[in-house]
C-alpha cells in the first residue's frame, strides 16, 4: 500500500475501529471487572508490541526523557482515559453517552490548542466543531432525560474524556522521533503501572475466561490497542492535534449503530439526524 492510499484511509479506519472500543467495554462488563480488564490487556499489548519492536530489531530509546514522556502519553491517552470509560459503562452509563462524552474532546482541544500548542484553529475548522457537536449530541438527546445516565459515571467519564484531551496534546509537543511501535509500547507500560494499584485498590480481580471475554481481550488487544492506537499516533504525528480530534465527532454515531446492532439500543429520528450532522462537521472541519 502507497504511503499517500494509507494516509487517506488512516482516517475512516481508525473511526471505525475506535468505536468498537466503546461496544467492547459493554461487551466485557458482565464477565470481568473494567480495571482488570484493562490491566490484562495493556500487559497483553506490551508483550506483543515488544516482541514486534524486538523482531523488528528496533532501537529502543537511550533518553530517560523519552521514555518519561511516553509514558505520561500512556498514562493519559489509555490508562485514566479508557479506565474511565470501562469504569462508567460497568456502572451503567449508556455505550452511546460514553462515545458523546469522548466525542466532545474536539471542543477541548480547540479551546487548548492555542495556549497549549500555538495551534491556530480557523474560523472554519471553529465551524466544523461546532456543527460536529450539535450532531454528537443529538445522536444521545433522546437518551438523557430517561434517567438511564449515573451522574457519578458521567462523571468519571467526562474526566477520562478529558485526560485523552491532554494525552492528545501532551503527545504532540513532546513528539520525538521514535518509531511508533515502540512509542506504543511504552505507553502501554505507563497505562498498565497507572492501572495496577487502582485495580488492586478498587478491584477483586474478576474475570470470567468465557468464550465473548476472550474475543472481546483479543480484538482490544489487536484490533484497538494495537491497530487504533497506531493510526492515531499516525495520525498525531502527520496534522493538526485539533483536526485529529475532530475525527472523534463520528465515533457517537458509528458507536450507537453497531449498539443498534449488536445490544438493540434504539436510534430515533433526531439521532439520525445527529449522525447527519457529525459527519457534516466532521467535512467542514477537514477541508482544506
Not at 481508525?14 to 472500543?21: H, K, R
Not at 511516553?70 to 482515559?81: C, E, Q
Not at 503501572?193 to 468464550?211: D, N, Q, S
Request: charge should be positive; glycine fraction near 12%; include cysteine.
Amino acid at each position: 500500500m502507497s504511503p499517500t492510499l494509507f494516509a487517506r484511509l488512516a482516517p475512516p479506519l481508525f473511526v471505525l475501529i475506535w468505536a468498537t472500543g466503546f461496544v467492547v467495554a459493554r461487551l466485557v462488563a458482565p464477565y470481568a471487572e473494567p480495571l482488570t480488564f484493562l490491566f490484562v490487556r495493556y500487559v497483553l499489548a506490551t508483550l506483543v508490541l515488544a516482541g514486534i519492536v524486538v523482531v523488528a530489531r528496533v532501537s529502543w530509546p537511550r533518553r530517560w526523557s523519552d521514555w518519561r514522556n511516553s509514558m505520561i502519553a500512556g498514562v493519559l491517552l489509555h490508562g485514566l482515559y479508557l479506565g474511565g470509560v470501562f469504569w462508567s459503562v460497568k456502572h451503567g452509563l449508556p455505550a452511546g453517552i460514553s462515545a458523546l462524552v469522548a466525542g466532545l474532546q474536539p471542543l477541548a482541544t480547540g479551546l487548548l490548542a492555542g495556549p497549549l500548542l500555538g495551534e491556530r484553529v480557523s474560523p472554519r475548522r471553529w465551524a466544523g466543531i461546532g456543527i460536529g457537536f450539535m450532531g454528537a449530541a443529538l445522536v444521545v438527546a433522546p437518551k438523557l432525560g430517561d434517567g438511564g445516565v449515573p451522574p457519578l459515571a458521567l462523571f468519571i467519564c467526562v474526566l477520562g474524556m478529558l485526560s485523552i484531551t491532554f494525552g492528545t496534546i501532551w503527545q504532540k509537543r513532546t513528539s520525538s522521533n521514535l518509531d511508533l511501535r515502540v512509542n506504543a509500547t511504552i505507553q502501554y507500560i505507563g497505562a498498565a503501572i497507572v492501572t495496577l494499584p487502582l485495580m488492586l485498590l478498587l478491584e477483586e480481580g474478576h474475570m470470567e475466561l468465557t468464550l465473548p471475554l476472550l474475543g472481546a481481550l483479543a480484538w482490544a488487544v489487536f484490533g484497538l490497542s494495537i491497530g487504533a492506537i497506531g493510526l492515531l499516533l499516525f495520525l498525531i504525528r502527520q496534522g493538526a492535534v485539533v483536526g485529529v480530534a475532530t475525527l472523534l465527532y463520528l465515533v457517537p454515531p458509528v458507536a450507537a449503530l453497531m449498539a443498534f446492532a449488536l445490544f438493540g439500543e434504539t436510534l430515533s429520528l433526531i439521532q439520525l439526524a445527529g449522525m447527519a450532522l457529525a459527519a457534516l462537521g466532521v467535512a467542514v472541519a477537514s477541508r482544506n
